[in-house]
T-cell receptor, first 108, second 114 residues
């Protein structure tokens, strides 16, 4: 079975502070991991994927197979980063499964 | 290019009524999925399809039926609505390409069952 856990439902940080959104997964095979974001009144959209090893809007995420984690990080938070963030895993049978989500609020 | 289109955007049903949530995509994507979004529960997969004529159950399939007669459309049917099905429903599609492909989402359908 494939499972994604985001332990923090809510996360609040001040503008300019570092941000880390945690994501842990459970999957016996080789997973493909993603972070999706939902800004207020917008559709859910892809932020980044582990296979691309990219930085989007200052965010990065590293897949740690030993700890089965895929935490999302940004060194300096901006107010426009306030949104709902979902970690997702694609495993067997091409199923895309999401975590519970973390609502990030950046305080001015 | 419309992407993924869901109708209706809002719906109120009485317990026991039936309805179909529509989802259409114009990107010729093979994979389509339905999710429900509930506070504290995140996005949970209801049903998904890997191509026309092929569907399978996700994490929370009970109370929902799907069919995939064409590549473009993937309707979700509630046969007898229950208050527990009050939620926001999202349809998503993505292509069958090698590597990690992006899922595209509809704008959601907010369903209330009273």
């Amino acid at each position: 079975a494939q499972r994604v856990t985001q332990p923090e439902k809510l996360l609040s940080v001040f503008k300019g502070a570092p941000v880390e959104l945690k994501c842990n997964y459970s999957y016996s095979g080789s997973p493909e991991l993603f972070w999706y974001v939902q800004y207020s009144r917008q559709r859910l959209q892809l932020l980044l994927r582990h296979i691309s090893r990219e930085s989007i809007k200052g965010f990065t995420a590293d897949l740690n197979k030993g700890e089965t984690s895929f935490h999302l990080k940004k060194p300096f938070a901006q107010e426009e980063d306030s949104a709902m963030y979902y970690c997702a895993l694609m495993g067997g049978a091409q199923k895309l499964v999401f975590g519970q989500g973390t609502r990030l609020t950046i305080n001015p | 290019n419309a992407g993924v289109t869901q109708t209706p955007k809002f719906q109120v049903l009485k317990t026991g009524q039936s309805m179909t949530l529509q989802c259409a995509q114009d990107m010729n994507h093979e994979y389509m999925s339905w999710y429900r979004q509930d506070p504290g529960m995140g996005l949970r997969l209801i049903h998904y399809s890997v191509g026309a004529g092929i569907t399978d159950q996700g994490e929370v399939p009970n109370g929902y039926n799907v069919s995939r007669s064409t590549t473009e459309d993937f309707p979700l049917r509630l046969l007898s609505a229950a208050p527990s099905q009050t939620s926001v429903y999202f349809c998503a599609s993505r292509s069958d390409s090698r590597g990690s492909t992006e899922a595209f989402f509809g704008q959601g359908t907010r369903l209330t069952v009273v």
